[in-house]
């Protein structure tokens, strides 16, 4: 196997890896606002924090997009329909992770403007970073969780068929999709609160899938038949 086919690979494996720390750490770098009460003044009191949080939620839409345009190649060979499927919900994934940076940033923002700002207008500027937040866990729940488990299960399910990876991995990857979708059903019909810890629970596979998945592309790669002709 060529050297710029391996090097592919480990970029590939190295995008995962990006996708799933970054995802966790800028979470936790907003602890402050989605835990608290008080947006405002929990934003104000850790605006390095939501910064923070905003930059590595960059790492993870710019991974995402990594993992999307490195894949795509090698699942449009299999499957140009379910390929362009996954490309669309990596897309979709993206867009929902970029519109809960901006209600972050927003937030921090009017955090720093309320300081200026009268009794009245404060209550109101409060009343819009809750509803932020809530922008910001919707769109945490369409896209890293329900986006992420659609194109997740496209992709394990071209690796299962295809055999380009063990089939124990691929269907390792179909049952973590399958969780963190089953997360998001139960997020949006309110069965489950948001950030809860049966939250973690269910998205705990696919982070797990996507850092062996990392591993096993930068040690070993894909497998030779992902490279015969059809």
Do not use: C
């Amino acid at each position: 196997m060529n050297t710029s086919i391996r090097r592919n690979e480990k970029i590939t494996g190295a995008f995962f890896i990006a996708a799933t720390t970054s995802a966790i750490i800028g979470q936790q770098f907003y602890s402050p606002v989605l835990n608290g009460a008080d947006s405002l003044d929990n934003a104000y009191a850790a605006s390095t924090q939501i910064a923070l949080g905003a930059f590595f939620e960059l790492i993870l839409a710019i991974s995402n997009i990594g993992t999307g345009i490195m894949l795509y190649p090698r699942l449009k060979r299999y499957s140009e329909s379910w390929g362009l499927g996954y490309a669309l919900f990596r897309l979709l994934e993206v867009v929902f992770i970029l519109i809960g940076l901006l209600s972050m940033l927003t937030i921090m923002t009017l955090s720093k403007e309320a300081l200026s700002m009268s009794t009245e207008t404060k209550l109101s500027a409060q009343s819009i970073a809750g509803f932020l937040k809530q922008v910001y866990s919707w769109a945490f729940i369409l896209g890293p969780h329900f986006m992420l488990g659609i194109n997740t299960l496209i992709y394990s399910s071209i690796f299962y068929l295809s055999q380009i990876l063990p089939k124990k991995l691929a269907i390792f990857g179909i049952m973590g999709a399958v969780l963190i979708l089953l997360a998001a059903v139960l997020e949006i019909f309110g069965y489950i609160p948001h950030f809860s810890s049966s939250i973690i629970f269910l998205a705990l596979p696919i982070a797990v899938y996507e850092m062996v998945l990392a591993g096993w592309l930068i040690i070993r790669g894909f497998n030779k038949v992902a490279y015969m002709p059809l």
